[in-house]
């Protein structure tokens, strides 16, 4: 079974602080994916990534970066810590389809991010 | 901008009614389309889905979905729930080519006992 591991379950930080959430996937997917999700707006793409090093702008990119140094780990990064991005962060990943066709996307358990 | 919407946020019903729930998006072109379930306490994993071919799809747990691609729609049904299908339901759409996948809100779906 494909395994995408998220590093924290729950965190709570404070306002300004750098807050790193990591993801692992043990399948070689080529494609990574960081979502938040908020009651009643379903999920949102963050970033994702289709490839070591490569990384594009999802829906709402700002307050996030995200890095890809290997192809198993795709870590989101909050650089100052908002209230406004409490939520729960989904990784995902998937791999790359022939011809853009979809493929399974694989999630994780997700990480609850608390910001006080 | 594609979207996608599901047209209720939430579900009551009692065990053994059917259950349909909707999902429309905005996309002229072809794509590739999901239901994804998250059990209370669970990760989201995929209920079924659709890439070509015959536009009814089964799933997981005696779910279907029907494509109809006039109405740009992609109906998730079950002919009797249970109580252990309570969670949340989401429609998700990837446009063939692309890279991201877009999702609806959700819709939770209470089943009572």
């Known amino acids: 079974d494909v395994k995408v591991t998220q590093s924290s379950r729950y965190l709570v930080k404070r306002t300004g602080e750098k807050v790193f959430l990591e993801c692992v996937q043990d399948m070689d997917h080529e494609n990574m994916f960081w979502y938040r999700q908020d009651p009643g707006l379903g999920l949102r793409l963050i970033y994702f990534?289709?490839?070591?090093?490569?990384?594009e702008k999802g829906d709402i990119p700002e307050g996030y970066s995200v890095s890809r140094e290997k192809k198993e780990r795709f870590s989101l990064i909050l650089e100052s810590a908002s209230t406004n991005q409490t939520s729960m962060y989904l990784c995902a990943s998937t791999k790359r389809g022939l011809r853009g066709q979809g493929h399974t996307i694989y999630f994780g358990e997700g990480s609850w991010l608390t910001v006080v | 901008a594609q979207s996608v919407s599901q047209h209720n946020h939430h579900v009551i019903l009692s065990e053994a009614a059917s259950l349909e729930l909707g999902c429309n998006y905005s996309y002229g072109g072809t794509v590739n389309l999901f239901w994804y379930v998250q059990y209370p306490g669970q990760h989201l994993q995929l209920l079924l889905k659709?890439?070509?071919?015959?536009?009814l799809v089964k799933g997981i747990k005696g779910f279907e979905a029907e494509f109809i691609k006039s109405k740009f729609s992609f109906n998730l049904r079950k002919p009797s729930v249970q109580w252990s299908d309570t969670a949340e339901y989401f429609c998700a759409v990837k446009i063939t080519g692309g890279f991201k996948t877009i999702f609806g809100a959700g819709t939770r779906l209470f089943v009572k006992a």
């Open positions: 659709y890439f070509s071919g015959d536009p």
């Open positions: 990534s289709y490839d070591v090093k490569m990384k």
